[in-house]
C-alpha cells in the first residue's frame, strides 16, 4: 500500500472509532454492567475460530475455482490474497475493493490474467446470487414465524430483497444478451457524464465496453467449461456466507442473549448490502450505524452498544490485522523478485 491508502486506511479507522464511541454513550446504562458480568469469553473465541474459517472457505473457493480452469494455485497462496484483500476493502469506498488484489495474485501464481478476472468476477455474481436466495429464505421464515412483525424490519428487507432479485434476474439476462447490458450502463452513466468533455466521456463508454466484454467471457468460460468451478464455488460462498453471518449470533450468546438466528440474518443481508454501497472508507461508520439501527429493533438497547463493538472487532479490525500481515509477504515477495531480476538482468548483460 502507497502512502495515500495508509492514510484512508487511518480515516476508516477513525470513521469508525468516532461511530463506536457515539453509539456506547447513547447505549450503555445500568444494565450494561449485569450484562458484561455473564460475558463468555468462549463465544467470542468462537466467532474468531468462525471467522477465520469463513475466510478457508474463501480461500479454498479461489482454489478450487482455479483448479477447475486447469489451474494449481496453493491454498497458502489463495489464503493469503484473501488477507491482503481484506486491507485493501479496507480502505477502499464499499467493502468490495479487494478485487485488483485478488486478480493481482492469481496472475502471480501463473494463473493467465484472463482467467484470473473471470474468477474474481464469478466470485461476485455468485455472493450476489446467493444474497438474493438468503434474502427471500430469511424473509418467507419471518412470515411464518411471526404474526405482528415490525415493519421496520419488514419494509427494509422488502427492498433490499427486491434489488437483489432485481440484480440477479439482469444478470441472467445479460448472460445472453451482452448488448443489453453495455446499453443500460451507458444510459445510468450519461446521468452523471452530461457535463463531462466528450474525450472523457468517450474513454469511459470503451471501459465500460470492455468491462462488460470481460464479464461476459468470464460467465461463458464457467458455464460452458467449467461447470464443476460453478459448483465448488456455490458450495464455498455458502459455507462462507453462512459462516460470517452466524458470527453475530455466536457475539450475542457470550453476551447472554439468546442467538436471534433469523433476525440476525435478516439484519447481516441488509448490512452486506449497505456496506457495499461507496459511501466511507470500508464503510467504516456506516457499518456501525446500519448494525445499531438493525440489531436495536430485537436486542436490549443495553447490549446494543457492546454487541456493536465486538462485532466490528471481529469482522473489521481483526481483518485489518491479518491484513497487513498479508500484505507484508506480498510486498516483502515483489521486492525480493524485484532484487531477483535486476540481478538477473546484470548477469545478462555481462
Not at 10 to 27: D, Q
Not at 113 to 135: H, N
Request: aromatic letters at 12%.
Amino acid at each position: 500500500m502507497d502512502r495515500s491508502q495508509w492514510k484512508w486506511l487511518a480515516v476508516s479507522i477513525a470513521f469508525s472509532l468516532i461511530v463506536l464511541a457515539l453509539v456506547l454513550y447513547f447505549t450503555i446504562d445500568e444494565n450494561t454492567i449485569e450484562y458484561l458480568q455473564k460475558l463468555q469469553p468462549e463465544f467470542l473465541i468462537a466467532a474468531l475460530v468462525l471467522h477465520m474459517g469463513s475466510l478457508c472457505a474463501w480461500a479454498l473457493r479461489i482454489k478450487f475455482m482455479s483448479r477447475s480452469l486447469g489451474h494449481k494455485v496453493p491454498f497458502m497462496h489463495c489464503l493469503n490474497m484473501v488477507f491482503a484483500n481484506l486491507l485493501i476493502a479496507a480502505v477502499t469506498p464499499s467493502q468490495a475493493g479487494g478485487e485488483p488484489v485478488r486478480i493481482h495474485e492469481l496472475y502471480r501464481a501463473d494463473v493467465p490474467l484472463g482467467d484470473a478476472t473471470a474468477i474474481v468476477i464469478m466470485e461476485r455474481v455468485l455472493d450476489g446470487i446467493l444474497l438474493g436466495i438468503i434474502g427471500g429464505i430469511a424473509m418467507l421464515a419471518l412470515w411464518l414465524g411471526s404474526e405482528n412483525l415490525d415493519i421496520a424490519i419488514t419494509l427494509p428487507l422488502l427492498f433490499m430483497w427486491a434489488l437483489i432479485t432485481g440484480f440477479v434476474i439482469l444478470f441472467a439476462y445479460s448472460v445472453k444478451n451482452p448488448d443489453f447490458l453495455k446499453n443500460l450502463i451507458k444510459k445510468a452513466s450519461s446521468w452523471f457524464t452530461k457535463r463531462w468533455h466528450a474525450d472523457k466521456a468517450e474513454k469511459l463508454m470503451s471501459g465500460i465496453d470492455s468491462e462488460v466484454d470481460n464479464f461476459h467471457d468470464a460467465l461463458k468460460k464457467y458455464v460452458s467449461y467449467s461447470k464443476t468451478g460453478l459448483l465448488w464455488g456455490t458450495f464455498f460462498t455458502v459455507i462462507y456466507w453462512f459462516g460470517e453471518f452466524f458470527i453475530a449470533s455466536l457475539i450475542l450468546m457470550g453476551l447472554g442473549e439468546g442467538p436471534h438466528i433469523i433476525e440476525s440474518f435478516v439484519a447481516q443481508i441488509i448490512i452486506a448490502i449497505i456496506m457495499m454501497i461507496p459511501l466511507t472508507p470500508g464503510s467504516s461508520g456506516i457499518a456501525e450505524l446500519s448494525a445499531t439501527s438493525l440489531y436495536n429493533l430485537f436486542v436490549p438497547s443495553s447490549i446494543v452498544g457492546i454487541f456493536v463493538v465486538l462485532w466490528r472487532l471481529v469482522l473489521y479490525y481483526f481483518n485489518i490485522f491479518i491484513g497487513v500481515m498479508g500484505t507484508v509477504i506480498i510486498v516483502k515477495r515483489e521486492v525480493l523478485r524485484k532484487a531477483l531480476k535486476n540481478k538477473f538482468d546484470e548477469i545478462r548483460k555481462i
